[in-house]
Every structure is written in structure tokens, then in C-alpha cells.
């Protein structure tokens, strides 16, 4: 746990005990949401304000195998509880791609930051979905064994395209 001062964490410390590639994914999610913040404040709008839900919805498939551990994996309940949730929420990070689609609706800010600030939560996103599928490959290795990562991936993207014509109608 992270020592504290005068009842606060302190969270340079929480920062500095990560990976790079884990203080390069929070750096980038304080940028994008540095961004929408400055533009909350010039235009007094909260349009783009569903982006850091949508960011949120990204993180699940990347914090679930982050926080599996061993006990969990070796126990096939458990293990199939926790891929079976990252399964369900796996598609949220490649699904704010989509919010691309909002450029352009609303003019008191130059389009260009528009779409640098969603095109950062949805890079956001789409680099935590593939850390994801990577960081779950490694955990089903540890429980299955498997040697060929095609028979991971394979079934995760039929899964995905299935899950999107399901709700693709809605």
C-alpha cells in the first residue's frame, strides 16, 4: 500500500511503482482527460463529458486480467467467472472507436481538437483492448497450457463479431 501524508496517498509513489507500459497508458488517459477538461472550460459544456465513462467501460477488459491472481487461476470456477466477465466487457474498448462519430456537433471549438480529443479516448481504448487480449493470452496460458495462440484469439474475435451483430440491430 501506498505510504501516506497527513492522511492523503501519495500518488507519485503509486505511479513510479508501475511498469512503463502501465505509466504510459495513465499518462495518456490524463492527457485525454486534461483535454476534455480544457474544453469543458472554455465552451461551459459538458458535450463530451461521456467520453471518461466510455474510458472507464475501456479499462475493465484490461484491469480484469491485471487483477487475477494465482489462486484465482488455478481455480477453474473462479478463472471461468473472471474470462467470462472480460469476455462481456471486452468489446466496450474497441467499441469507442465509434465515438468518432460525434465530430462535428458542435462548433465552439475547432474541429481539430474535437477530434484529437476523441481520437485520444478512443487510442486510449483500443491500445488497453489489445493489452488485454495479450495480458488474458497470458493467463489462460498459465491455466490451459496452450501452444498456439491462434486457439486463444480465434474464439475472442468470434465472440466479439458476434456480440456486435447481436447489437449491431439495436
Not at 495513465?26 to 471518461?52: N, P
Not at 474510458?55 to 487483477?67: D, G, S, T, V
Not at 488455478?74 to 466487457?89: E, S, Y
Not at 479516448?121 to 491455466?143: D, P, Q
Request: aromatic fraction near 18%; hydrophobic fraction near 55%; glycine fraction near 4%.
Amino acid at each position: 500500500m501506498a505510504k501516506t501524508f497527513g492522511g492523503k496517498i501519495n500518488l507519485l509513489r503509486v505511479y513510479l511503482k508501475n511498469n512503463e507500459l502501465e505509466r504510459s497508458i495513465i499518462l495518456s488517459c490524463l492527457f485525454s482527460c486534461l483535454m476534455i477538461t480544457a474544453r469543458i472550460l472554455y465552451t461551459g459544456q459538458l458535450l463530451f463529458i461521456f467520453l471518461l465513462w466510455n474510458l472507464f467501460l475501456a479499462y475493465l477488459p484490461y484491469a480484469i486480467p491485471l487483477l487475477l491472481t494465482q489462486q484465482w487461476i488455478k481455480d477453474k470456477v473462479k478463472f471461468a467467472a473472471a474470462f467470462t466477465c472480460w469476455i462481456i466487457v471486452l468489446p466496450n474498448s474497441f467499441y469507442i472507436i465509434t465515438d468518432l462519430f460525434h465530430l462535428g456537433i458542435n462548433n465552439d471549438v475547432p474541429l481539430w481538437f474535437d477530434l484529437a480529443l476523441i481520437f485520444s479516448f478512443a487510442w486510449n481504448g483500443l491500445v488497453m483492448g489489445v493489452l488485454s487480449i495479450w495480458e488474458m493470452e497470458k493467463r489462460l496460458t498459465l491455466h490451459r497450457k496452450i501452444s498456439n495462440e491462434w486457439l486463444f484469439i480465434f474464439p475472442v474475435k468470434c465472440i466479439r463479431h458476434l456480440y456486435r451483430q447481436v447489437f449491431a440491430f439495436q
